[in-house]
């Protein structure tokens, strides 16, 4: 039984011999090519990723510490307004 790799060779050897109009360079060339576009499409995905995560943690750098403070003054507001609900009140 032939391996993938015995296979290749003797393909290769084989068309070396033929036309480049031949089925099977018209079909390889082809494959080269996809496999560029292949690699151009990974590359550009990655490029989005790496882009799509900076401008996230941007965002986040940005917002968020301003957002805690709002919310601490929120909760000591809170915490202020339900301590003098609940203090005892005098009698008038």
Do not use: C, W
């Not at 070396?16 to 360079?25: L, M």
């Not at 990974?42 to 750098?61: E, F, G, H, I, K």
């Amino acid at each position: 039984m032939n391996t993938l790799a015995e296979m290749q060779q003797r393909i290769d050897g084989d068309i070396a011999d033929t036309s480049p109009r031949h089925p099977i360079h018209v079909k390889k060339s082809e494959t080269e090519e996809i496999k560029k576009q292949v690699e151009n499409e990974r590359a550009n995905y990655l490029d989005a990723v790496q882009y799509s995560r900076a401008m996230t943690l941007d965002q986040l750098q940005t917002t968020l510490p301003p957002l805690f403070h709002l919310l601490m003054e929120f909760s000591s507001a809170s915490s202020h307004a339900i301590e003098l609900i609940n203090a005892p009140t005098e009698a008038i």
